[in-house]
């Protein structure tokens, strides 16, 4: 079968130590996931229900790339997350069968364009453009379980130009990775090919032109990229 129009094709992540690439279908988003992050954005850190947005695969950058600086925002902010691949799908997974799905673990930034996110927000409107715009997922090569286990704790750090802007822990999660697989998969069916971005600790904040990020998860790597100017 031909396509009736010219298509970029499948979008991938590399897998470290391998030479197969890992094909990506969807990117769900985890909100508010650590408790301090909760608290900088003005709402209540206590255990309520998770909630998701979504990017589209293609707004993947790779690990060490130089990224346009992006349309209409003054505003953009870094929120630097682990990820989660899903390797095997599934619907209504049980919390103690959910690490069962996971192919691998690498390093996301969520990048928002925090100016139009909270425009949307005051009018009562959708914000995936303040998400969900072009370039805005770079992300690592993936690990597989074998190579790294299932992180549940572990230092998560972001620095722009050298300066530490967020620091965490995955132990700090308010959903850990199991029950976050587990609410998801009550939403949605999970397919082979999912991304699922876990959440962001405290202390995001503004990127300018030229800005170099260098993220990290213990255990998992490390992400940098760098903003044109």
């Not at 925002?73 to 682990?82: N, V």
């Not at 530490?164 to 082979?192: C, F, M």
Request: proline share 7%; glycine share 12%.
């Amino acid at each position: 079968m031909s396509y009736a129009i010219d298509f970029p094709g499948v979008i991938t992540l590399p897998v470290e130590g391998s030479q197969s690439a890992f094909p990506v279908g969807r990117i769900y988003c985890v909100g508010r996931n650590y408790a301090e992050h909760a608290r900088e954005m003005g709402h209540d850190p206590d255990r309520e229900p998770p909630f998701f947005f979504m990017k589209p695969a293609d707004a993947i950058v790779s690990n060490g790339a130089t990224i346009p600086f992006p349309q209409m925002t003054k505003d953009l902010h870094h929120e630097i997350e682990m990820i989660v691949a899903i390797g095997k799908g599934g619907a209504d997974i049980a919390v103690d069968k959910a690490l069962d799905h996971v192919f691998g673990y690498g390093v996301g930034l969520d990048m928002t364009r925090r100016d139009l996110q909270g425009e949307a927000k005051k009018m009562g409107r959708p914000w995936e453009m303040g998400k969900a715009f072009d370039h805005s997922a770079p992300c690592t090569a993936l690990k597989a379980v074998a190579q790294v286990g299932h992180p549940a704790k572990g230092a998560i750090w972001l620095k722009v130009n050298g300066e530490v802007k967020q620091t965490g822990d995955l132990a700090d999660l308010i959903w850990n990775i199991p029950e976050t697989i587990s609410y998801l998969s009550h939403l949605v069916t999970l397919r082979p090919g999912d991304i699922i971005m876990s959440g962001t600790p405290a202390g995001v904040g503004p990127v300018q032109r030229g800005d170099r990020l260098e993220g990290h998860v213990e255990g998992v790597g490390d992400l940098v990229v760098s903003y044109a100017k």
